[in-house]
DNA sequence: CTGAAAGCGCTTACAG
DNA sequence: CTGAAAGCGCTTACAG
């Protein structure tokens, strides 16, 4: 007894395959008395039709192909939630790939994906790897990049600057006395873009370069080891900007445990708004960044160019919003 | 120029398509210099397979579905993690859907994901749902339940037992030196097992039945509002066991907030053994589960089960093991 | 080691 | 409103 195909569900409502098709797919334009006919048989058999053979026949496959870095950060989980919650309606399925924060994953997820037709392409970051942007753009297909913005997207970008990010936290420390200030994040792009613009930011108001460290993940551990080392290389720092909320986590636990009094000795801040950063003593000054939204509006781009609609926007910037709590606070509030 | 097909690569190669289809799945059976040329006129024209059409002429679609209720839940990550782990040895692909806590979301999941004719599947809990059940069973394919026991798995289960490791909690605290004791967890089947473990412990002990809160969801708000209620309706509460770490943080904080001092006042368990629980003050007590190694095996089991190998046991137990940290230490520890 | 024929289960484009 | 024919791009089973 294998599974009922189209064939049999017609054989038992008296219809041709081709009219359970319609049911399946344009129930309106098929007569009420045939429909439910086709309807009952369906229930009956519990058919459930095979999406390999309907992608073949139709050239349309009904998947959303997203590309994450890591599906363990829990920052991305919202953005793809948004992308979920615009295309299920549209019965579209999201066919989720993590690359590891690797070009090379990235290529061969891409072409894993590409293999099974999806409709579209979303990506968590901008595409900067040479081949894998011809590839891309080869595809005929739409390619949403997210978390990010790039002035020559593939196909249409929606995000925010993270260059501006950096650059805003920077003004955010000054504006409150603080000028010795350090950057920690990961290799990542946009980890990248915001050490740059906070760089960048320092530069323009005289105030001396950031001490920089590099870390390996988002944990705690990493934050922490990264505020130790600070301290020794640069003890005088003032404040301390990390590119993740849990990375700033683990700066507010070793300065705990050393006793550092953040922030009246240290300022902190981090990137996410994620609970845990409001929750802690102190609460952790944080840059909140649209993070379901970019899910929503790619998901709305997505089904807006499959539809057909003439092509928007190429570059939707969402923005973003630094949320002041007590871990920045200027040493004069106290 | 719409994308090659296994018909344009062997034009090129001058050869026949099942020959390039051979080259792809069983290269050692085409002659070196046979495969030269069709690894070469691959390479040449970009040419990726169409897995729709091969899923359909193969019936294999290299794909395993994978069912989640949240996929914001970083516990499960690491349980991704390891399925796909395992599987992509095997050139399988994990369809990943969740289905948020709710039996009808997991129905409509499956039928979405049977659609595209999984090889198997892997579910995050056991399947109680009658209808559920019925659809799996029939589906003719290995179905993998996880996170938990039972002892008639729809084919395999791999998991450890939440009642167990509630019961294991409960005498953690009662060796301890504390009896009453209260609950917080969510209303999914695992929190309710560890609930009803926790309560048969204490009873079998003779200590008083716990206080059990109900909470929607894991943020650490919920653990915080829940310790608040259990110190209003039971002010002389020992211990509290979370069912999962981020809520026990939750615990962790507002104990801190309204100077109740852990675990001299009050002992908190979580479950999970997150980063974040090791790094506060106190450290936090919890029930490390094998998450990775869930997914890891379950993974394994599919492989096995696609090769043919004969069935092996039905039910696979990994186990837990409590780790003790400060903030269930004894009262005389101090 | 290689290939011609048939078919997987749908949908498209057309006809009526 | 409904259906017969052809075809989507692969692989299976067989033959040589």
Redesign the interface.
Known sequence: M??PRIEDVAARAGTSPITVSRVLREPAKVAPATRARVTAAIAAL?Y??????S??ASRR?GIVGLLVPT??N?IF??T??GL?DAVATAGL??????FRYSDEGERALV??L????PDALVVVGVVRDRALRE?LL?L?IPVIETWDLTTRPVDTVVGFSNREAGAAMARHFMARGRHRLAFVGGRDQRAQARAAGFAAALERAGAPSPVTEIVDGA???EG?RAVARILTIAPKTEGVFFSTDMLA??GL?EC??CNIAVPYQLAIAGLGDQ??GR???PALTTVRVPAYEIGKNAGEIVLSRLRGDPIGKRVLNLGFSIVERESTQARSAK
């Open positions: 294998s599974r519990g459930i039709p095979n999406l390999s053979a992608s073949l496959s599906i363990d829990s989980a919202a793809v939630q979920t399925q999201l066919l989720l790939g993590d072409r894993a590409v293999g099974r037709q590839m080869g005929d944990a705690i551990a922490r986590v683990g636990i705990q445990h609970e845990i929750e802690l003593t």
